[in-house]
């Protein structure tokens, strides 16, 4: 497959995306006659681009209310930055998966004595490239393509044979009353992490406030604190200060 084939069949799941709303994976390997990995590599470039958000099976359009103030990478890069200077020296990690999550990995070299563990092989292998690298741990388990990351009974015993300081996790969507929410259904994860890490840190952009989202992932008495960027309002600072939940401003 030629670099142009790829990027013919990529503009044309966006065009069919527009279209329709939503897309499957099930949908496009049908439509494109290609592999699932292939399609779903697609699907993953085509987030990193910000051109869509993946959830369980498919993908669903940017919504057209999000408008960033700055470059999406220069504000991840800010939360990535100020999440990571959190961290002390023999602080023992978790990074849960995620575009938000990954960006605080260039940020953690030359920690002493720092252990991280992942469920994502994303960061791993970031985590293993940096110049002065952490103690690296894997949670194993039963790998799930659309998260590119590990899930099941496995991770979750496996987080819960250790004691961490902090727990560093995304959000799909953050619901002012409630708390964060996921288009992943596989959560239970998540919430293992957070029973097992002194701190729970929320990672996002000030964009996911207020977008709607069923799935409920991580309850304001979960959370320790939010990492996000300028954006973020005075009325949604406060409403989630009133939950007890410390905002910290990237």
């Given at each position: 497959m030629t670099k142009r084939n790829t990027q013919q069949r990529r503009n044309l799941i966006m065009q069919q995306l527009q279209q329709h709303g939503e897309i499957?994976?099930?949908?496009?390997?049908?439509?494109?006659?290609?592999?699932?990995?292939?399609?779903?590599?697609d699907l993953s470039e085509l987030e990193r681009s910000g051109l869509l958000i993946r959830k369980f099976g498919?993908?669903?359009?940017?919504?057209?209310?999000?408008?960033?103030?700055?470059?999406?990478?220069?504000?991840?890069?800010?939360i990535g930055r100020s999440a990571a200077s959190m961290i002390k020296d023999y602080s023992r990690v978790i990074l849960d998966s995620g575009r938000t999550t990954t960006a605080i990995v260039p940020f953690l070299s030359g920690r002493q004595g720092l252990v991280v563990m992942t469920n994502s092989l994303d960061s791993a292998n970031q985590l293993l490239a940096l110049e002065k690298p952490p103690s690296l741990l894997m949670t194993g388990g039963t790998y799930d393509p659309s998260s590119e990351s590990f899930q099941g009974s496995v991770a979750e015993q496996s987080?819960?044979?250790?004691?961490?300081?902090?727990?560093?996790?995304?959000?799909?969507?953050?619901?002012?009353?409630?708390g964060t929410t996921?288009?992943?259904?596989?959560?239970?994860?998540?919430?293992?992490?957070?029973?097992?890490?002194?701190?729970?840190?929320?990672v996002a952009e000030a964009s996911k406030v207020g977008r709607r989202i069923p799935n409920l992932e991580l309850q304001w008495q979960d959370i320790h604190t939010?990492?996000?960027?300028?954006t973020l309002t005075d009325d949604q600072k406060d409403t989630i200060e009133s939950h007890g939940v410390e905002i910290k401003i990237a």
């Open positions: 499957t994976v099930e949908e496009l390997v049908s439509r494109h006659q290609t592999s699932e990995v292939t399609i779903r590599k498919g993908a669903i359009p940017i919504p057209k209310e999000i408008v960033e103030d700055r470059p999406a990478n220069e504000a991840l890069e800010s987080i819960s044979s250790y004691d961490f300081d902090y727990l560093f996790i995304g959000a799909d969507g953050i619901d002012l009353s409630r996921t288009f992943n259904e596989l959560r239970n994860l998540s919430r293992v992490m957070a029973q097992n890490a002194r701190k729970v840190v929320v939010l990492v996000t960027d300028s």
